[in-house]
């Protein structure tokens, strides 16, 4: 009888713990399941470059795997909910094994917010100057009507007005366009100047200027190109001093190795973008809060500026490591990714591209393209 019973209690113990990890181990899975081929290659193409040549790549890198590590969990606005689905994998909540977001994406995919930023590397691996007209033309090839990305206008739209209507609660299957995108393929095409719109208030503009910072970072003509571009997607005031200010901050950050107080910039931005000052004051008084408690109670978790540029200024000054950020931004829930972008970048430049993980790249799919198309524009 006691054999018996210890046969039970052993079969009890076993069907619990199967019971409470299956979900943890679910968690793992998606990051002992990836292509261990892009890894070596990256790392080869990464050893091939100059110290200088390899803080750029890793910026776009970095910039990359962030929003991919993020996609899953995209847009999960309620955190009870968030931290439901991360009961069992809080601590690695990065390339959740399914999709949560309001678009469903195969996992190792990039949200709009990184494509935007593609668009722009692929624009300048091809091209050694800056031509505004010929980059419009990209964006519209890149994301317009029969583009090979995945991109589908009329689709999205259709979607949006069925979720209106409250007939149906299933994610849209494919990419999601930016509505940033959507009303610059309008103003082009009506020659609206500039062709942002006023309503636009997220952080578009500066993802599509990020390769441009890494490329033009140096020239007498960054802020005039880093304007112009900025202006593209949004002309909204508050997104374009904050997109522009952040494009300051990733050039210091070239310019310093890394090691630029991304707070000093307060003094030199006083006169010329006093709202920004004004954001990086209120991200300096919550610096000793919980970084889900600053983006949910006083940044806010939405796409919108300037709460998307607090909450990635705040996750990467209260942070160790380029993981540690992302994963912060992750839980605090949102719009994850468009912070994870920003976030990636200024953390793989502070920290070396040695300390993305490397399971983290082999997960993302484009990584591979992305060093190869950052290896072209550094020529």
């Keep these: ?34 292509d261990t081929k892009i890894m070596p290659e990256v790392q080869k193409n990464l050893a091939s470059l100059s110290k200088d040549k390899k803080k750029i790549v890793s910026i776009l890198l970095g910039a990359a795997v962030g929003d991919a590590a993020a996609r899953p969990l995209h847009w999960v606005y309620d955190v009870e909910t968030l931290h439901g689905y991360l009961e069992h994998c809080y601590d690695t909540p990065e390339f959740y094994p399914e999709n949560k977001a ?42 317009g009507q029969g583009n090979k990305h995945g991109y589908d206008v009329t689709g999205k739209l259709e979607y949006i007005e069925l979720m209106k209507k409250g007939l149906t609660k299933n994610p849209f299957k494919g990419k999601f366009i930016s509505s940033s995108l959507i009303q610059f393929f309008e103003n082009y095409y009506k020659n ?17 200027c990020l390769p441009i910072v890494c490329r033009f970072y140096n020239s007498n003509e960054f802020f005039e190109i880093v304007n112009q571009t900025t202006k593209t997607l949004s002309s909204w005031p508050t997104a374009v001093s904050h997109s522009t200010v952040a494009c300051i901050i990733i050039q210091e950050l070239i310019k310093s190795n890394g090691k630029y107080n991304v707070l000093s910039i307060k003094d030199a931005i006083i006169h010329t973008h006093p709202d920004v000052y004004q954001s990086l004051i209120n991200v300096e008084e919550c610096l000793h809060m919980n970084h889900v408690e ?7 978790s939405s796409c919108a500026y300037p709460g998307s540029f607090q909450g990635a200024i705040h996750a990467f000054l209260t942070s160790s490591s380029y993981e540690e950020g992302i994963r912060k931004t992750i839980r605090a829930g949102g719009d994850s990714c468009g912070r994870a972008v920003f976030i990636g970048a200024m ?33």
Excluded at 108 to 135: P, V
């Design 1 to 34: 009888a006691s054999v018996l019973s210890c046969k039970f209690f052993i079969f009890a113990c076993i069907t619990l713990f199967s019971t409470v990890t299956s979900q943890a181990v679910e968690c793992l899975l998606t990051l002992d399941q990836v």
């Design 192 to 208: 609206r100047v500039p062709f942002g719109s006023e309503t636009i208030k997220e952080s578009d503009g500066f993802c599509a």
């Design 347 to 379: 953390s793989a430049l502070k920290y070396g591209v040695d300390n993305i993980p490397s399971q983290w790249i082999d997960k993302t799919k484009h990584a591979k393209s992305v060093v190869n198309m950052s290896m072209k524009m550094l020529g």
């Design 102 to 143: 309001m678009y469903d994406l195969e996992i190792g995919e990039n949200s709009c917010f990184w494509d935007i930023s593609n668009c722009s590397l692929d624009y300048l691996s091809k091209r050694r100057d800056f031509d505004y007209e010929k980059f419009c033309e990209q964006l519209l090839s890149y994301f």
């Design 294 to 300: 600053a983006v949910t109670k006083v940044f806010g």
